[in-house]
């Protein structure tokens, strides 16, 4: 079952009720028309959430443009027929916000569409910028996230704690899930944050050496980037590779039937890299 959480309603509302209410607290009143914790919002207004103090026409427009552009009725096709041939038996919900225009991360790093997973697998967040080039990216997001959701489902390991080695072998799998259901055109940029070469080389130095590693501290080998030293979104492109050389040597596996397979089974021979 999927279940579309109307957080475009809300946000309507909200909109309406700041009008009513100038000298309102903006965050504080979103927070109770979403009943949303502070690091809820927070979380939100990382990835690209439009500014509640923006305009309120401005926001209203945003809203108005994500329903021309039918992206919730786009979403909720492709993930009808993704439950269809792929059903994961848990339930999942759905949860969708206008993205910010002054976002550039977002409309040009990340095509207009920035999406995460809940730990516990069970909904998915998706902060879009409504325009007509955004499909493209918007399919492959919605078949890359609906892949956590099925691996987390299938493994029923829905919480934080788990290794660096799981959270890349996750997103390794949902890029071949992907290029498997509408192929390698619509791959994410992260899967070529690295060369085969590069990655063979940071497996054997960095990764392999904190593949059990657990918690916040490991965001550094996921996501990369800054003064860290580690190019920018390569344990995304780790995982992607570690799932390759698994797949060249074991041809006959499927994407979903790997799916359910525990991620230190994805750790390659020394000969093998």
Known sequence: MVEFIPRLQQMSMFVEACAKAQ???????????????????????????????????????????????????????????LKCSYASGKKLSIELYPMDENDRFGREQLGGVSAWTSWEGDTIHFVVYPSKDTIHTLKSTVVHEYHHHYRISALNNGHSNVTLLEKIIREG???????EILGTDFHGPWVGALTEEDARMYWTTL???????????????????????????????????????????????????????????????????
């Open 173 to 179: 799998l949902a890029e071949h899930f992907v290029a």
């Open 23 to 81: 000298n309102r607290d903006r965050k504080n009143l979103f927070k109770s028309f979403l009943a949303l914790t502070d690091d809820e919002v927070n979380t939100l207004l990382f990835n690209g959430l439009v500014s509640l103090e923006s305009p309120l026409h401005h926001i209203f427009s945003i809203l108005q443009q994500i329903e021309t552009q039918r992206v919730e009725q786009f979403i909720r096709e492709t993930l009808a027929d």
């Open 207 to 273: 990764y392999s050496k904190h593949a059990q590693a657990y918690g916040d501290k490991t965001d550094l080998f996921v996501f990369g980037g800054g003064s860290s030293g580690v190019p920018f979104w390569a344990g995304y492109s780790m995982g992607y590779y570690l799932v390759k050389w698994y797949r060249q040597l074991h041809p006959d596996a499927s994407v979903m039937a790997l799916t359910a397979q525990n991620s230190e089974e994805f750790i390659p021979c020394p000969s093998d890299v």
